[in-house]
């Protein structure tokens, strides 16, 4: 199956700073999303993303589908941010589940 | 539009018991999604339905875990004869063709 691999495992910020996140994923796939998981463990969309670049307020998402790869930048950040990110990935053969990779867990402090 | 919705949200049971959980899709949304995380790791697809059909399943779903989507809306989750091993969080999420897959809340199942 296709494999998913996040960068950073732990990013560790200081409130104002900026973030980038990266999501490697192993073959072509149909969809890609980012989550983050609030501390009572809802995942909350970000973005469906794949293929090229959205912002979304302080967020913004860029896939390069031809190059396997997904970035999430974070702006200014705010201790609400604080969480786990996760990428997940629709391979096109998998018939619509989801593959996760193991997550980011940022931490922003005041 | 409400979301997606689970319940319970928290359970404990003794080992050897059976669990039920539920799921209640966004509504008019035709794909249903059951997947199971653990501390620390992503979640794991368990198996989905399209409309009433159950058409994946994984090989994490052992014998003992069945899920149904009788009228094509709700869904549930069963586990039979639990384990320490299945202590997890259980999630649910649903789906249009696009774009994408919105997540419930969890249940959060501890078994002792």
């Known amino acids: 199956g296709i494999q998913v691999e996040q960068s950073p495992p732990d990013l560790i910020l200081q409130e104002g700073a900026n973030s980038t996140l990266r999501c490697n994923f192993s073959d072509s796939v149909n969809n890609l999303q980012w989550f983050h998981q609030n501390p009572w463990g809802q995942l909350i969309n970000l973005f469906y993303?794949?293929?090229g670049t959205k912002q979304n307020g302080r967020l913004s998402a860029t896939t390069v589908a031809t190059e396997r790869y997904s970035l999430l930048y974070i702006s200014s950040s705010q201790t609400t941010d604080s969480g786990v990110y996760f990428c997940a990935v629709d391979e096109e053969t998998s018939g619509s589940r989801l593959t996760f990779g193991e997550g980011t867990q940022l931490t922003v402090n005041p | 539009d409400t979301g997606v919705s689970q319940d319970p949200r928290h359970k404990i049971t003794k080992r050897g018991q059976n669990v039920t959980f539920r799921c209640d899709p966004i509504?008019?949304?035709?794909?249903l999604y059951w997947y199971r995380q653990t501390l620390g790791q992503g979640p794991e697809f368990l198996t989905y339905?399209?409309?009433?059909?159950?058409?994946?399943k994984s090989r994490l779903l052992s014998d003992r875990f069945s899920a149904e989507r009788p009228k094509g809306s709700f869904s549930t989750l069963e586990i039979q004869r639990t384990e320490q091993g299945d202590s997890a969080m259980y999630l649910c999420?649903?789906?249009?063709?696009?774009?994408?897959?919105?997540f419930g809340p969890g249940t959060r199942l501890t078994v002792t």
């Open positions: 339905f399209q409309n009433e059909a159950q058409l994946e």
């Open positions: 999420a649903s789906s249009l063709a696009l774009p994408g897959q919105y």
């Open positions: 993303i794949p293929s």
């Open positions: 509504s008019e949304h035709n794909r």
